[in-house]
Nanobody, 127 residues
Framework: VQLQASGGGLAQAGGSLRLSCVPSEGSVSTYSMGWFRQAPGKEREFVAGITWSDHSTSYAASVRGRFTISRDNAKNMVYLQMNSLRPEDTATYYC?????????????????????WGQGTLVTVSS
């Protein structure tokens, strides 16, 4: 199983983009999902996460109030809606998954909690 992320591109500061993530097979409904990003020269960091069980969410402080993670199990998709984009949001964004993990979202902030990763999609925000 692989995750396929899409939706990246070029946006102006203040603009919006929506990223999507879908598994190559199986149902996303049983995966807790996270979005991470890695800017040039920096380490990969947690952006947002959502559990499979109760759909609880968590956000990095830098994106809270601007980004929204959601899931549509009927469409087998997970989304990251990014509004009020800033140049510092420029990065490659990765979706990640962990199947049926019974941990609250507060315990799913580290890369090591996820064992399934997408290939990344580049987001560039111009000033």
């Amino acid at each position: 199983v692989q995750l396929q992320a899409s939706g990246g591109g070029l946006a102006q500061a203040g603009g919006s983009l929506r990223l999507s993530c879908v598994p190559s097979e199986g149902s996303v409904s049983t995966y807790s999902m996270g979005w991470f990003r890695q800017a040039p020269g920096k380490e990969r960091e947690f952006v947002a996460g959502i559990t499979w069980s109760d759909h609880s969410t968590s956000y990095a402080a830098s994106v809270r109030g601007r980004f929204t993670i959601s899931r549509d199990n009927a469409k087998n998709m997970v989304y990251l809606q990014m509004n009020s984009l800033r140049p510092e949001d420029t990065a490659t964004y990765y979706c990640a998954g962990r199947r049926r993990i019974r941990k609250p979202i507060s315990k799913l902030l580290a890369e090591s909690e996820y064992d399934l990763w997408g290939q990344g999609t580049l987001v560039t925000v111009s000033s």
